[in-house]
């Protein structure tokens, strides 16, 4: 099985999940057998800068993968992923080495659109000129997904706490 992890960084199982597959720099590659991990590799993204509809679905069905983890995707996405016959799996925080531990112990599953794909609604492409260009937007955007992930783990750290 070939999992497929975006990450923000090339440094492996080491390195720090992104939270937009689609506008991360990087995608950990990793190789297993079973539960064990056989290889790992690292490869840019061709369309960090900017991207269409579909294309990086399709650049990581090209990778041979079965399975992608990220932080968070769009509805348009899940939907290309799942006709190619991959499992999407979003809400992948952390390291990579983090997120596939959960995937594989089965605390990581399913795949929800993020809030700007329900913001822009599945069908209808956002205006020309503004699909996925705009780096103040994506840092935003990286910003609300972090928040998120924030308060999901302080919520999870309080409830241990209290038992």
Request: proline share 3%; net charge negative; with cysteine.
């Given at each position: 099985?070939?999992?497929?992890?975006?990450?923000?960084?090339e440094q492996g199982l080491d390195s720090v999940v992104s939270p937009h597959?689609?506008?991360?720099?990087?995608?950990?590659?990793?190789?297993?057998?079973?539960?064990?991990?056989?290889?790992?590799?690292?490869i840019s993204n061709p369309y960090y800068a900017q991207h269409q509809p579909g294309q990086v679905p399709n650049f990581i069905?090209?990778?041979g993968v079965n399975v992608m983890?990220?932080?968070?995707?769009?509805?348009?996405?899940?939907?290309?992923?799942?006709?190619?016959?991959?499992?999407?799996?979003?809400g992948a925080y952390g390291t990579v080495r983090h997120s596939l531990?959960?995937?594989?112990?089965?605390?990581?599953?399913?795949?929800?659109?993020?809030?700007?794909?329900?913001?822009?609604?599945?069908?209808d492409l956002p205006p020309e000129g503004e699909y996925e260009q705009?780096?103040?937007?994506?840092?935003?955007?990286?910003?609300?997904?972090?928040?998120q992930q924030m308060d999901e783990v302080m919520a999870r750290l309080q409830k241990l706490e209290q038992e």
């Open positions: 099985m070939r999992i497929a992890i975006s990450a923000d960084t597959f689609g506008r991360c720099p990087y995608f950990i590659l990793v190789d297993l057998d079973g539960r064990d991990v056989r290889a790992v590799s690292s069905h090209s990778q983890l990220t932080g968070g995707m769009g509805g348009r996405a899940i939907s290309s992923f799942q006709q190619y016959g991959i499992q999407p799996v979003t531990e959960q995937y594989l112990g089965g605390a990581l599953q399913g795949a929800a659109p993020c809030r700007e794909s329900v913001d822009h609604g599945h069908a705009d780096e103040v937007g994506r840092l935003q955007e990286e910003a609300e997904l972090l928040q």
